[in-house]
């Protein structure tokens, strides 16, 4: 695998399920991310680690919980979400901060 | 304010035709500097990052002009292939390595 992955590509859960999103970078960085993009808007930044410590939390509701074990692997926790949430969540990882981003292929959610 | 601005477009341009897009940001803060290229219900794909003399990769050529702050991106001799969502994005100095994206400029390549 090279790249950006991310699993699952497609999810569809309920309002009172938890599951999780996984993110994997095989580029050697050290900074990773959690966007959120919804129909018809910018990407909004959620979260960001770098070496493995939070360095940012944009005022995300606490119903969704990251998790960075090591530089390589993100996780993004999710339980009780809201049908609002439903929308494309990407991954990104950069060689650090400020320089660019790439982006995995995310993660489709539909909360119902 | 946002703190960048596209215009949404789209853009509707015959193959071989010649685009420019703009982008303003409103910090002057701002360091660096990208385009990226979004597909339909894919992922952002970075294009090019934009240097301040300005740089050139095959038909597509980025500029800076920080005194009034916009950045700009010229297509030529468009492509089909070439039609998708551009994004301009900026990282502010002194930043935790968050980039802002724009909500980007739609263009549709048409035979």
């Known amino acids: 695998e090279t790249g950006v992955t991310q699993t699952p590509r497609h999810l569809v859960m309920g309002m009172t399920n938890k599951k999780s999103l996984k993110c994997e970078q095989h580029?050697?960085?050290?900074?990773m991310y959690w966007y959120k993009q919804s129909a018809k808007k910018p990407l909004e930044l959620m979260f960001v680690y770098s070496l493995e410590e939070r360095v940012e939390n944009n005022s995300v509701p606490s119903r969704f919980s990251p998790e960075c074990p090591n530089s390589s692997h993100l996780f993004l926790h999710l339980h009780t979400l809201q049908p609002e949430d439903s929308a494309l969540y990407l991954c990104?990882?950069?060689?650090?901060?400020?320089?660019?981003?790439?982006f995995g292929p995310g993660t489709r959610l539909t909360v119902t | 304010r946002k703190e960048v601005e596209q215009d949404p477009g789209p853009f509707n341009v015959p193959e071989g035709a010649t685009v420019a897009f703009n982008c303003t940001y409103s910090n002057s803060a701002s360091q660096s500097f990208f385009w990226y290229r979004q597909d339909c219900r894919k992922e952002p794909k970075l294009l090019m990052s934009v240097y301040s003399s300005g740089n050139e990769d095959g038909r597509f050529t980025a500029q800076l002009n920080r005194a009034s702050q916009y950045i700009s991106l010229l297509i030529r001799d468009s492509k089909l292939s070439d039609s998708a969502t551009y994004l301009c994005v900026i990282h502010r100095s002194g930043n935790t390595g968050k980039l802002i994206f724009g909500q980007g400029t739609t263009l549709q390549v048409k035979p």
């Open positions: 580029l050697g960085h050290n900074a």
């Open positions: 990104a990882s950069s060689q650090g901060r400020g320089y660019e981003q790439y």
